[in-house]
């Protein structure tokens, strides 16, 4: 059974700065492509972030480069999300995927960036 569980959500400054987990099972994790999306509030699904199986090469959205960083370790089955400089526009759940449509993801975590 394939799971996806995301964690490491939660209430921050503008500024601040979170790392979000995506720990996964029933699939083989290093052998898939990863994604993050975001649903802002009241917004349709955002992709974020690819990484590719070896975790050496990776792609950004535009709303996002340069402030959040992906990784991966293919030992522990475990997908990262580095989000620095939050700023308000960054509300939103955030999933992880195992594939570009996220028709594969997990429940989210919820993330909040306010005063």
């Known amino acids: 059974q394939v799971q996806l569980v995301e964690s490491g959500g939660g209430?921050?400054?503008p500024g601040g700065s979170l790392r979000l987990s995506c720990k996964t099972s029933?699939?083989?994790f290093s052998a898939y492509v990863m994604y993050w999306f975001r649903q802002r509030p009241g917004k349709g699904l955002e992709?974020?972030?690819t990484i590719v199986t070896a975790g050496d090469s990776s792609w950004y959205a535009d709303?996002?480069?340069g402030r959040f960083t992906v990784s991966r370790?293919?030992?522990r089955s475990?997908?990262?999300l580095q989000m620095d400089n939050l700023g308000p526009e960054d509300t939103a759940i955030y999933y992880c995927a195992k594939d570009d449509r996220a028709a594969?993801?997990?429940s989210g975590t919820q993330v909040t960036v306010s005063s």
């Open 11 to 13: 209430l921050v400054q």
């Open 26 to 28: 029933g699939f083989i």
């Open 47 to 49: 992709w974020l972030s």
């Open 63 to 65: 709303s996002v480069e």
């Open 73 to 75: 370790d293919n030992r």
């Open 78 to 80: 475990t997908l990262y």
């Open 104 to 106: 594969s993801r997990g």
